[in-house]
């Protein structure tokens, strides 16, 4: 048996579906932006990086001291 579906509810329907379309048509450019996305990480990695007022935070200041004396370490240990 065939269900009858009047034209304003086939029209619905295919309204339904394009905006499903270009919902997924959406998410498809944004995750294919790799430009967009570059920004994006870089703006988190800022924030996390940084206080309020945009000074360094002293946790990461402490990291890249540490950082840099093991590479002097390295550096020292290898020429002995």
Partial sequence: MTESRTTSQ???DIQRQRDHLAD???LL???LD??????QRVARV??????DSGAPRPEVIAGAV???A?????VWWRRR
């Fill in 66 to 68: 540490a950082l840099v």
């Fill in 29 to 31: 450019s944004h995750k």
């Fill in 46 to 51: 800022q924030d996390r990086a940084t206080t």
């Fill in 10 to 12: 086939i029209e619905a």
């Fill in 34 to 39: 790799v430009k967009a996305q570059a920004k």
């Fill in 24 to 26: 997924t048509v959406d």
């Fill in 70 to 74: 093991l590479v002097a370490g390295v």
